[in-house]
């Protein structure tokens, strides 16, 4: 069955860096887009951007150009979020999303979330 | 940015009756043969989880007591009979071009 399976919740102080990873199995991993997706402690969901699994070329939405990149470990099917220079705004849940569709794109499987706390 | 603006933010829906979900997108999210509306549903301490996918195709596994409807600005989810398992915030979200975006959320309680 398909699964995207992330890494475990993570505690980090402003100004450090975390990576967290995203594992996909059941299916062909480069051939659907994965996606990020934050959610702040009791808001809602906001896009990231996304990450063509099958070039490795990545799209940000405007507020996450800059401290954020993803990246692909697609021997082990495995996609990668990093934020650098933390902030106590950066605070949230943050999931991995595949894309499907042709043209007209969903998300149709969801990781289950890691939840990132910021504070010194 | 496509704005979605979802209504109301929370509603509260006796058992056995309708809730009613709108979802208003900022311009047109549709062409003559697709709608890029889609909406999901997403229970406490869980992730999203896909209910329709271009407006009114039910994704499989989903009960028949969700339907979705709408096209160009103006989309609707509806679920009929609600049960105490549809208890979440529902999300609707457009693909029509980078960003996607999500509206804001409405939160369904069941009396």
């Known amino acids: 069955q398909i699964q995207l399976v992330q890494s475990g919740p993570e505690l980090k102080k402003p100004g450090e860096t975390v990576k967290i990873s995203c594992k996909a199995s059941?299916?062909?991993?480069?051939?659907?887009?994965m996606n990020w997706v934050k959610q702040a402690p009791g808001k809602g969901l906001k896009w990231m951007g996304w990450?063509?699994?099958?070039?490795?070329?990545?799209t940000y939405a405007d507020d996450f150009k800059g401290r954020f990149a993803f990246s692909l470990e697609t021997s082990a099917s495995t996609a990668y979020l990093q934020i650098n220079n933390l902030k106590n705004e950066d605070m949230a849940t943050y999931f991995c999303a595949r894309r499907n569709g042709n043209y007209v794109y969903y998300f149709d499987y969801w990781g289950q979330g890691t939840t990132l706390t910021v504070s010194s | 940015d496509i704005v979605l603006t979802q209504s109301p933010a929370s509603l509260a829906v006796s058992l056995g009756q309708r809730a009613t979900i709108s979802c208003r997108a900022s311009?047109?999210?549709?062409?003559?043969?697709?709608?890029?509306m889609h909406w999901y549903q997403q229970k406490p301490g869980q992730p999203p989880k896909l209910l329709i996918k271009?407006?009114?195709n039910l994704e499989s596994g989903v009960p028949a007591r969700f339907s979705g409807s709408g096209s160009g600005t103006d989309f609707t989810l509806n679920i009929h009979p609600v049960e105490e398992e549809d208890t979440a915030t529902y999300y609707c979200?457009?693909?029509?071009?980078?960003?996607?975006?999500f509206g804001g959320g409405t939160k369904l309680e069941i009396k």
């Open positions: 059941g299916y062909t991993f480069t051939n659907y887009g």
């Open positions: 990450i063509n699994t099958y070039t490795g070329e990545p």
């Open positions: 311009q047109s999210v549709s062409t003559s043969s697709y709608s890029y």
């Open positions: 271009y407006a009114s």
């Open positions: 979200q457009h693909s029509w071009e980078i960003p996607w975006t």
